[in-house]
């Protein structure tokens, strides 16, 4: 029962995280029709800023100053997104989405190696943060605290990001310019702006994940290219461009691999591809996306 | 012999009749202009009898045989070829081998990996002789994309012409040509149907063209038949005349039921 | 956009004149360059024919395939099970069988793949490969997991058992037998790559990639052709797979895992996918590039990441693409 | 108000516009009449900055706006009702409003000076029932009512100038009389327009001056009345 | 009861000591790793080329291996270093080291290993980490001939199957059946009772080793012990939650972990959180085998710390066997922290070479070929810092006594160290085949000829 509990909280856990990946990506997709492969870099990159930050600063400070340092990964990547975005992927909206596949293949190159650079070979941990906040009993259990403070994040994030592309201004402007591009310059909007801006959320999101993991796990190299190929079968799943998707992705992905580990760990994997697969052939917009 | 004939053939697009209870006949070596106001349903006709969309209900009678429910290749090789009014051709390819491609096709010879394309020299002599036939053997090498718009659409129509169909369906074959250009397409085109005996179905809004060329002319409004003919009975039919000049002050918009 | 392959008739004897140089070239080399370049030729040679047959579908049909792995690693793991269970030596026994698995697997993939286009049907490859990726890993029993199964050319005969490698120290003559070997298959399949992309049916293809409707209005069975291709695709992919076993000595995971296939595309890419020599140059200038920054620097990827951006933004017609327009400019003059 | 001199437009490899030149006055509606494919909403397009003109120059308000990007057009007062109405389909009819009404209070201050008293009143003057549908999806409106929101949401943005692509085409006969009362109110608030119609008979009705077009080039141009006795402009619109 | 008396006559029999003991060496060695004595110079037959020594060195550079990449580096530098100062091998050639990483993947490492040799002409290629890379490089080196000195990577599918008869490769360190044999001895030892075995090891063959040959052992130890539960994280897998819960849900007495390098570390930060050391005794095969720092203090006391059954650097203790102090001292000195048995095994090797490069250069003077120097290293033996080594000739593998301890804090560092009393000290033959035991798939199938030989003598 403690188990069941454990293994239930765990996956909601992991779907939190994968939401925050997913989602990114879907947005990303949603609003540019990109298919970001260095997502999951850039997942990586907020895992290791966030580590990094905390080891640097808050070394020896007081626990808020770590918390104050936790989306410090977000923050970085989304600046990053927005560098990259006017850069390397406008000069490619008008052609073949060939290219636009490719750029994103290098840029995850040249981040995965930036990362090495940047902050060596060595896996960087934060477990001062989760370890500080302890553990909490269940029944004859423990459970990290983290993770429900993770799991509180996440379920905020989805609501905060539903509210934000549904309640707000931004969110109006970001719908109508991925539904229809030229009539919303038509009516005054920027576009260039609002796909950086777009192209900065989705990042954003992608740091958020790997800024709120970090502590729980650690910053390795090829950390990204692992969650880029789940994030994928969460949106492949759910529905590229959808918000909702990446939710009921992400559950659905975080589950079965809970149960795949538990009772048929050697097609655990090789199942989730097989999910996504047979999706794409029935449903190829997904679980929730519309034709 | 009746060719093609459709029996109560609707389209729909939500509230709008694009194809509405249209029951029509081509007759062999006809051929037919289909004339009416934009929006009137002739492209969607068209496009239902190529089977580019399928059509709500009714029925599509060829060569005697029900092809309401077969699929574009089928048509194709049972002898229905078409024409675009977008330009739609190989924009990578050459012009001879946007040509060449539609003798494979029809050879049955697409499905053949293993032989030079370039070595069939019938095929490469016909593809010749279409393009000559539509004054482009001077843009023989030239790829699609670099031709002007008169002589993309002239190599849009020697393309379908080039499967050697029974019915050939013309879509606005001078649509975005200069004016300059215009009578010398259609003479070309006109020139080559009527000398193959080919049974075709052209979309025109150029009564002169119209009105020169076709055996009889069809006039379709909000999707359906309104009216039928000779060019000279069509001359001579006010109704047709104010619904196609536009002159019928509000009446214009009125639906015909 | 320059499309070399679909010029009419292609000049025989200008074909003729670049072509016999380079295999003069290329079939008296072992005798200047010493054995450790020789190899990376092969290496090269190998993946070129992977990028000819990945092109056809990329450069011809319009298709981009993100789960070419997929063949090329089965071509491998068929020929090292080959190896490992049935104790097979014969490069040939080799090639037919991992030719007929490949060739089963693409055609039962592709049936699925060729359903969708563009993004989906790149997500669709992508996903498919994964599986495969998946249970190399987990059933290690049978495939080594991670290990992977040595194929040692010690084992390996090439023409029917006419030469073998028996005995210590015969690196430099394997070297030198297979480079021919690969040399040979390297030339045959371009040649029946050139036929195809020049037969009728190569001309179906790219009119699919230019205009899918148009095409069906000529009688072309789209999905049907796409599926050919596809099978056609994976073959050459996969014949790359079996070659490239013995000369690697062992098969693992990794030339399944995705990031794999993204190197196909980025060799083909580089070299331009839009032209039928782009894939040859792209894959043996992709080899020694990834060889040698590999050895070069520790941040290997990030001079590859740099490459790809470079291309993609001021060179998206690749190598070949670019010469042939510097060259074309210059014969204008 | 609004002037184009001799632009030539290209869609890709197609060779549209040649030197075409217009001219819009203020409170004037004018119509620019032409077949399917004879250059209207490619002429649109080019006023509104989705096509790049390869010569000549748009000016509005003795600005040129020529080089500039399409929201910089709307800012300066440009009003945009496409033909395929452009009705973000997941959007709410209220959302679809909104969108140019932030945009309009801009237009407004930068023109008047000051801020709009009330930025509907205009819109649900001319089309009360677009109240009734603001809790609506885009998608599930029906073809007229896209029509009225789009022209609505144009409205929205307080325009100097509005461009109206194909307004009328697909309606009841019942509808088209609203709308042509509806830009005769818009047209009563100050604002012109330059409407691109197929119908030479909706255009005489309701145009203060026309233009006719065929394959690119202006082939008449004056009051309406002439247009109709001009043998030219019935031939090339017949069909 | 029985059982119990008759397992502590196993383990007597097993010639097992506890304690400080250790070091006592079988065969006095003429050799031993370190720098010369002062007073003993260095005696060269013939003239010598002063042509560099070119040396390829393919480790763990990055990711989470790396905390054993880096150790074995610094201990291949170091001897290097030392040698130069000395002039080089036999006073004239300097050893050069190029570097690569084996992260890159098995593949890249055999064309790595093809250019070191091909293109940059190396004399020597040394280092590799992972046991999936080395039945892949050694066959490699041996068809290129290159003289190769492995310091890990120390599956017993290398020499049992990959090359069954060695000619240019070695290797020092341990075998590694001999890890899972010896935390099995050290668990039965400690946990006699634990009947129910759960398993969390790395999904490749270094996992599936450890596996087999514990429970082998172990079973043999404690009789009606059974696995109950299995958990095969992925090499590198950051999150070992998943398979912490399921380790807890099957309840098991005792728990085998062959996770190492920073795997090992995410996984007992992890498990800790979990309290997964409170339900479970846990034995691992490598906990203490990457960099010691790399332990934190945070690491739970009675845990049995492996390091690959060869070398924890506080063992032998410091006064009981001045090689070991010394090496302590000048690897402390040089690098700023402590050695691991990387260190050892890659700083050995090099030493080895050079006694048989000195010896060889006596017995033909001039540089040896190769054939000499391998005839030499066959059958070697040394005083190490780990104790006495020897290269068994018919397989070219070092042996030395195993090692393993129980983890303690000690205030003089700043992570837990193997409480001394607890250590246990194996002599190597008697847990592993004698020479010349038949390999698998000549007239058995086991998956090494140690199974074999376990399963049919071993405590009979």
């Not at chain 3, 004149?17 to 090269?44: E, M, N």
């Not at chain 3, 043996?284 to 470079?310: C, D």
């Not at chain 3, 070949?320 to 003059?333: E, H, I, P």
Request: proline residues 5%; aromatic residues 10%; contains cysteine.
């Amino acid at each position: 029962m403690d188990i069941l509990i454990i293994q239930i909280l765990n996956s909601i856990f992991y779907a939190c995280i994968l939401f925050l990946i997913a989602a990114g990506l879907s947005l990303i997709y949603g609003v540019m029709r990109i298919i970001n492969l260095a997502h999951g870099s850039l997942y990586a990159l907020g895992a290791y800023v966030t580590a990094w930050a905390i080891g640097t600063f808050a070394a020896g400070a007081p626990l808020w100053v770590s918390f104050l340092l936790l989306p410090a990964g977000a923050v970085v990547v989304a600046a990053v997104g927005a560098a990259i975005e006017p850069t390397l992927l406008r000069p490619l909206y008008n052609r073949p989405e060939e290219y636009q596949l490719l750029i994103t293949f290098a840029l995850l190159l040249i981040l995965e190696d930036a990362m090495h650079f940047l902050f060596g070979g060595t896996p960087l941990t934060a477990g001062a943060v989760i370890d500080s906040m302890g553990t909490m009993p269940i029944m004859n259990l423990r459970y990290p605290v983290y993770n429900l403070l993770v799991i509180a994040i996440g379920i905020a994030a989805a609501v905060f990001l539903w509210a934000f592309i549904y309640r707000t201004k931004f969110g109006v402007i970001l719908r109508a310019t991925s539904q229809n591009m030229r009539m919303a310059s038509a009516l005054g909007l920027n576009v260039k702006r609002v796909y950086v801006q777009a192209f900065a959320l989705g990042c954003f999101m992608a740091g958020l994940g790997g800024a709120v993991v970090v502590p729980a796990q650690a910053a390795v190299l090829g950390m990204g290219i692992e969650a880029l190929i789940l994030a994928f079968v969460v949106v492949v799943i759910g529905g590229l461009g959808s918000l909702e998707g990446a939710l009921i992705g992400a559950l659905i992905v975080s589950f079965v691999r809970t149960a795949g580990i538990q009772f048929f760990p050697e097609i655990e994997l090789a199942v989730l591809y097989l999910i996504a697969a047979v999706v794409l052939l029935v449903r190829p917009t997904g679980l929730s996306g519309r034709a | 012999m009746n060719l093609l004939e459709t029996i109560n053939l609707k389209k729909y697009f939500g509230e709008t009749h694009a194809v509405d209870n249209v029951s029509l006949t081509i007759a062999e070596r006809e051929f037919v202009s289909l004339v009416g106001p934009n929006g009137a349903g002739k492209t969607t006709l068209v496009n239902v009898v190529s089977a580019l969309f399928r059509s709500d209900s009714g029925k599509i009678l060829f060569k005697g045989d029900d092809i309401t429910h077969t699929s574009v290749t089928e048509r194709v090789k049972a002898g229905i070829a078409r024409s675009f009014q977008i330009v739609n051709l190989f924009d990578d390819l050459t012009a001879f081998d946007n040509v060449t491609l539609a003798i494979f096709s029809r050879q049955g010879k697409t499905g053949n990996p293993a032989t030079l394309a370039h070595l069939d020299h019938e095929v490469s002599a016909e593809a010749d002789a279409v393009l000559a036939q539509f004054n482009l053997t001077s843009k023989r090498k030239e790829h699609a994309r670099d031709l002007a718009q008169g002589e993309r659409k002239l190599l849009d129509v020697a393309l379908a012409y080039a499967l050697k169909p029974k019915l050939l369906f013309l879509d606005e074959p001078t649509s975005g040509v200069s004016t300059r250009d215009k009578g010398q397409i259609m003479d070309t085109i006109a020139s080559v149907v009527r000398g193959e005996g080919i049974t075709a179905v052209i979309i025109e809004h150029d009564m002169d063209v119209v009105f020169k060329y076709s055996d009889r002319i069809v006039v379709m409004q909000q999707g359906a038949i309104l009216a039928q003919g000779t060019p000279d009975a069509i001359r001579n039919n006010d109704q047709v005349a104010m619904i196609l000049l536009g002159t019928s002050g509000p009446d214009a918009f009125t639906r015909k039921d | 956009m320059q499309n070399d392959a679909s010029r009419t008739g292609p000049s025989m004897l200008l074909i003729l004149a670049c072509v016999i140089p380079i295999l003069v070239v290329l079939v008296a080399l072992p005798k200047f360059v010493d054995t450790y370049q020789i190899q990376l030729l092969t290496y090269g040679l190998i993946y070129a024919i992977a990028g000819l047959g990945f092109n056809l579908l990329l450069g011809y049909t319009g298709l981009l395939s993100f789960g070419h792995s997929a063949y090329f690693g089965l071509g491998a793991y068929s020929a090292a099970f080959m190896a490992k269970y049935f104790g097979v030596g014969s490069m040939e026994i080799y090639i037919l069988g991992g030719l007929l698995i490949t060739g089963l697997v693409s055609a039962a993939f592709g049936y699925i793949c060729v359903r969708h286009t563009r993004i989906f049907f790149g997500i669709l490859t992508l996903a498919l490969s994964q599986v495969l990726w998946t249970l190399a890993y987990k059933f290690f029993w049978v495939t080594g997991g991670t290990d992977g199964l040595r194929v040692p050319f010690a084992n390996l005969t090439l023409l029917g058992g006419l030469i073998d490698f028996k005995g210590r120290d015969t690196y430099q003559a394997f070297t030198q037998s297979y480079y021919y070997y690969v040399l040979f298959l390297f030339c045959i399949c371009t040649v029946f790559m050139w036929v195809i992309v020049h037969s009728p049916f190569g001309k179906a293809l790219q009119a699919i990639r230019d205009n899918e409707t148009r095409a069906q209005f000529l009688g072309v069975r789209i999905r049907h052709y796409r599926w050919f291709a596809f099978l056609l695709s994976g073959s050459f992919t996969g014949l790359a797979g079996i070659l490239w076993v013995p000369l690697n000595g062992l098969v693992t995971p990794d030339i399944l895992y995705w990031p794999f296939s993204g190197e196909i595309v980025f060799m083909t890419v580089l070299g331009g996918f839009r032209t039928f020599t782009g894939p040859i140059v792209g894959a043996v200038v992709f080899n020694y590039l990834k060889v040698y920054a590999v050895a070069s620097t520790a941040y290997w990827q990030l001079l590859l990441g740099v490459v790809l951006v470079v291309l993609v933004l001021a060179l998206p017609t690749g190598i070949v693409g670019t010469l042939s327009r510097l060259f074309g400019k210059f014969r204008k003059r | 108000m609004l002037e184009i001199k001799a632009i030539d437009t290209y869609r890709g490899p197609a060779h549209i516009l040649y030197g075409l030149s217009l001219r819009v006055e203020k409170q004037e509606v004018v119509c620019l009449v032409g077949r399917n494919g004879a250059g209207k909403t490619t002429t649109i397009e080019s006023i509104m900055g989705f096509l790049p003109v390869r010569t000549g120059q748009i000016l509005f308000d003795d600005e040129d706006l020529t080089n500039l990007p399409p929201h910089e057009r709307a800012k300066r007062g440009i009003g945009y009702s496409p033909d395929d109405c452009g009705v973000f389909p997941e959007l709410s009819v209220g959302e679809n409003l909104m969108i140019s009404r932030w945009l309009g209070d801009e237009v407004a201050r930068r023109r008047d000076g000051k801020e709009r008293a009330n930025p509907e009143a205009q819109a649900f003057d001319i089309f009360p029932e677009v109240k009734t549908l603001l809790q609506r999806q885009g998608l599930h409106l029906s073809g007229g009512q896209r029509k009225m929101v789009a022209i609505a949401r144009a409205m929205m943005l307080s325009p100097t100038l509005l461009l109206l692509d194909e307004a009328f085409e697909g309606l009841a006969p019942v509808v088209v009389n609203r709308f042509i009362e509806a830009v005769m109110k818009i047209k009563a608030m100050g604002v012109s327009i330059l409407m691109a119609e197929s119908h030479l008979a909706a255009a005489t009705r309701i145009g203060d001056r026309l233009y006719a077009i065929d394959r690119g080039e202006i082939i008449f141009h004056g009051p309406p009345k002439e247009a109709l006795a001009n043998e030219k402009v019935v031939k090339a619109l017949r069909g | 009861m029985e059982n119990q008396v008759s397992r502590r006559n196993f383990l007597n029999r097993l010639g097992v000591t506890v304690g400080a003991a250790a070091a006592a060496t079988a065969v006095p060695a003429t050799y031993f790793a370190g720098p010369r004595p002062a007073h003993a110079a260095i005696k060269v037959k013939g003239n010598i080329p002063d042509k560099p020594f070119k040396t390829g060195h393919i480790t763990f550079l990055t990711g989470p291996a790396n905390l054993l990449g880096e150790p074995g580096r610094k201990g291949h530098l170091l001897a290097a270093e030392e040698i130069n100062a000395e002039g080089g091998f036999l006073g004239k050639r300097k050893i050069e080291t190029i570097v690569a990483d084996e992260a890159a993947g098995t593949d890249a490492n055999v064309k790595e290993l093809r250019r070191m040799k091909l293109s940059e002409k190396i004399d020597l290629f040394t280092g590799v980490i992972s046991s999936g890379n080395t039945p892949a490089l050694g066959p490699v080196a041996e068809e290129l001939g290159v003289l190769t000195m492995f310091n890990d990577g120390c599956t017993d599918f290398l020499f049992d199957k990959a090359v069954p008869k060695p000619k240019y490769v070695f290797r020092v360190t341990n075998i590694q059946s001999a890890d899972g044999v010896t935390s099995a001895v050290g668990a039965a030892k400690a946990w006699p009772q634990a009947k129910k075995v759960g398993s969390i090891q790395p999904d490749y063959s270094y996992g599936r080793n450890v596996h087999e040959h514990f429970m082998l052992a172990f079973q043999k130890l404690v009789p009606g012990a059974a696995s109950v539960s299995e958990a095969w994280p992925k090499l590198g897998t950051t999150d070992f939650t998943p398979h912490i819960t399921k380790l807890l849900s099957d309840k098991p007495d005792a728990l085998i972990c062959g996770l190492w390098g920073g795997d090992y570390v995410a996984f007992y930060k992890q498990a800790l959180r979990y309290g997964l050391f409170d339900k479970m005794k846990v034995a691992t095969t490598l906990a203490f085998g990457g960099q010691p720092h790399a332990i934190g203090k945070d690491h739970p006391e009675g845990v049995l710390a492996g390091a690959h059954a060869n070398y924890f650097f506080t063992h032998p203790a410091k006064g009981r066997w001045p090689i070991n102090d010394s090496f302590v001292e000048r690897y402390y000195k040089r690098w700023n922290e402590y050695p691991s048995f990387e260190s050892d095994g890659a700083y050995v090797s090099l030493y080895l070479l050079k006694a048989a490069i000195e010896k060889a250069n006596l017995l033909v003077g001039g540089w040896p070929e190769d054939d000499v120097i391998i005839s030499l290293l066959e059958g070697m033996g040394m005083d190490t810092p780990a104790g006495y080594l020897y290269i068994r000739p018919d397989n070219h593998q070092g042996y030395k006594d195993t090692v393993i301890g129980m983890t303690k804090n000690d205030p003089k560092y700043d992570f837990p160290i193997w409480d001394p009393k607890s250590i246990i000290t194996i002599p190597i033959r008697d847990i592993t085949a004698p020479p010349n035991w038949p390999k698998p798939g000549t007239s058995h199938n086991e998956s090494t000829a140690a199974a074999n030989w376990l399963k049919t003598t071993w405590l009979t």
